[in-house]
């Protein structure tokens, strides 16, 4: 083992909380170095974690080639577009999404040269007095000492006993890599994966079926949200099974054959060529902590923080995935950046009241704060206000008028509560509530700001609008 390595600040992981946490401590002036054990689908280290190599960008880049094609056979027609049947690539749609991963995992990699940090591409463990062992992929050893170790290990796909992975069943990873369209696809939990990548394969001819166990769908978001978004995906021919708990699998020569109860309690079979599984992802904290560091994991496998990301170890953090929180990659985005400024000796603050969160599905869904059935369950007195796509000049000129913005103030008070969307764009559109709401701003800030027309925005202002009854555009 070489001498042990002197860093102001070590962190565990290259993904989103880490490498913004690496970024952000070299820019204060803090000698910085970063470990990541990733490979890349050539056999080479690939920063970025889950969300750059196989989660939130690759999903993106299918979701969009897959859209292109839908719309071709679905959407053009009313424009007045005809062509001869249009026909899918999968493996060049595959190497296109391979283009863009390695793009920008070797873009975070120019960061860190630009930046000053060190990589080191192995499997890090936390030893007791913030020191790291590095074991890397050639095999060799290195220990580095940290004034400060910031933990962002990031989390990984939970496999059910009954369904191991391998090739007919499959993750996330696998899905994002199949080389040709299954004719039968099943997906197990219908949630922000099963729905993205569902819709992905259903778009290039899979008969997509989701078994999902909740009575309920989309539960975390918006009840008005989640039945419109039910009703879309079904005429889009997603077919979402609620209520049904998984038994087992078993592959044979016809495909893989599903065992499940309905939510009549019945015992049915689904067989078919490819099953996905997505029920949830946990904490991939096994083996990174040595006996004797002193940081604690709760019954989650999640690494135990404060507010503030420490871990109650001096000079030990802990951020993203592996910790408490929703698992999303801008959440550790604003974690990292922020446990860096602490560290340096600046405010560093993250308000999880205003975190957007986003399922990229046709429509989209979006939604940031609180939903009415939270505040009902609260008691807190609120006003509600909706406006329609299928009212806004530019949302049927693009012939996609499904879907809402719904805008919850207080009835006292008038602040933002939260913000509910559905429909074309509102990935883009959930962050004039972010921004609002960040700032205190009330129902009635947002109606008074003068919005472009056309433009989808103008959801946005007239259900700001509704909220006081006053809406330009639909009866009150």
């Not at 769908?217 to 039910?230: G, I, N, W």
């Not at 087992?248 to 495909?255: I, L």
């Not at 509600?384 to 103030?409: N, Y």
Request: charged letters at 20%.
């Amino acid at each position: 083992m070489s001498e042990q390595q002197q860093f102001d600040v070590v962190v565990i992981g290259g993904g989103p909380a880490g490498y913004h946490a690496a970024i952000r401590a070299a820019q204060l002036g803090l000698k910085t170095a970063c470990i990541d054990a990733a490979l890349g689908k050539d056999g080479k280290p690939a920063l970025g974690g889950t969300c750059l190599r196989v989660g939130c960008i690759p999903s993106k880049a299918l979701l969009d080639s897959s859209r292109q094609f839908w719309n071709m056979g679905h959407l053009f027609d009313q424009h007045g577009i005809s062509f001869d049947k249009p026909r899918i690539d999968v493996k060049k749609m595959v190497a296109r999404k391979d283009a863009i991963v390695k793009q920008f995992t070797g873009g975070i990699a120019a960061l860190f040269k630009a930046n000053k940090i060190t990589p080191f591409y192995g499997f890090g463990q936390l030893q007791p007095g913030n020191v790291v062992s590095v074991k890397q992929h050639d095999g060799s050893t290195v220990e580095l000492k940290g004034t400060n170790v910031i933990i962002a290990a990031g989390s990984d796909s939970i496999e059910l006993p009954f369904a191991k992975f391998g090739e007919h069943i499959v993750d996330n990873v696998g899905a994002l890599d199949f080389d040709k369209t299954p004719k039968r696809l099943g997906i197990i939990g219908a949630g922000v994966i099963g729905l993205e990548l569902g819709s992905v394969w259903n778009r290039l001819g899979s008969e997509v079926v989701i078994l999902e166990g909740l009575p309920s769908f989309l539960p975390a978001a918006d009840a008005e949200v989640a039945k419109l978004a039910a009703r879309e995906f079904k005429k889009q021919g997603l077919d979402i099974r609620l209520g049904c708990k998984v038994g087992g699998t078993e592959v044979k020569k016809d495909g893989v054959h599903v065992a499940y109860t309905d939510a009549k309690g019945e015992a049915q079979e689904l067989v078919v060529d490819k099953l996905m599984v997505c029920v949830g992802r946990r904490a991939a904290s096994k083996g990174l902590l040595a006996d004797g560091t002193g940081v604690q994991l709760n019954e989650r496998g999640q690494i135990v923080v404060d507010e503030h990301c420490h871990t109650g170890v001096d000079g030990v953090w802990a951020i993203g995935d592996c910790v408490r929180g929703p698992m999303l990659a801008h959440k550790g985005f604003e974690e990292g950046i922020a446990v860096a400024e602490l560290i340096a000796g600046l405010p560093g603050h993250v308000n999880f009241d205003t975190i957007p969160y986003v399922i990229y599905t046709e429509p989209e869904l979006a939604w940031v704060g609180k939903t009415e059935e939270q505040l009902k369950a609260e008691g807190v007195p609120y006003k509600a206000g909706s406006f329609p796509f299928a009212a806004v000049g530019r949302a049927v000129a693009m012939a996609e008028p499904a879907g809402f913005v719904k805008v919850l103030a207080h009835a006292e008070t008038d602040t933002i509560l939260g913000m509910h969307l559905i429909g074309a764009n509102v990935s883009e559109l959930v962050h004039e509530g972010v921004l609002a709401m960040e700032f205190k701003g009330s129902a009635d800030d947002l109606a008074r700001i003068c919005h472009a027309h056309p433009s989808l925005s103008e959801a946005v202002h007239d259900a700001a609008m509704a909220v006081h009854k006053r809406a330009i555009h639909k009866a009150n």
